[in-house]
């Protein structure tokens, strides 16, 4: 199974893809951020970031995304952009067919690191060691786009059985 984890902003949007399935070695394809400068209008930095997430699904071709799920911050304006970069990159894999799944932040941080308060270090240093890189992610928003497509295909891998048999059941093939 490969998943493309994206880890929305709208001023840095981290992207991370992970193959892997459950009870198996996962092994990271891709980790990335995409930019947009805070000066730029809100069209133009939506437009840049979906322009980045097509490409990925393009170039890596998941299986499933798997988004952090916005969640109310003390900062509005940081909360309506972060839920912005997650509408485009959900419309984005809707428009290809990919199915999307949202997961909380706690939800992926005790995925990885077994806490769902752990820090942005430990959930780091957990995907770079349960993957196996040689170094760290570039970014904090690379390493939680690694640790949201660890975290769907642990949590999601039996849901993935179950699409299968039922595509299997029809003819089709993914």
């Not at 970069?85 to 706690?106: E, K």
């Not at 806490?115 to 993957?131: E, H, I, N, P, Y």
Request: aromatic share 2%.
């Amino acid at each position: 199974m490969r998943v493309l984890g994206i880890d929305p902003g709208l001023t840095r949007c981290g992207l991370g893809v992970v193959d892997g399935d459950v009870g198996k070695p996962l092994t990271s394809v891709g980790a990335g951020v995409v930019r947009t400068a805070a000066t730029a209008g809100l069209g133009d930095r939506l437009v840049h970031i979906e322009a980045e997430v097509c490409r990925w699904l393009d170039l890596y071709h998941p299986d499933a995304v798997a988004v952090e799920r916005v969640f109310s911050q003390h900062n509005v304006k940081t909360v309506m952009g972060t839920a912005q970069a997650a509408g485009v990159a959900i419309t984005a894999a809707a428009r290809l067919g990919i199915p999307v799944v949202l997961h909380t932040p706690s939800e992926v941080k005790a995925a990885v690191t077994g806490s769902g308060r752990a820090d942005k270090a430990q959930v780091s240093a957990m995907v770079t060691r349960v993957l196996r890189l040689a170094e760290s992610p570039s970014t904090p928003d690379a390493a939680d786009a690694l640790a949201l497509a660890m975290c769907h295909i642990w949590r999601g891998g039996s849901q993935r059985r179950l699409m299968e048999a039922v595509a299997a059941q029809r003819g089709v093939r993914r």
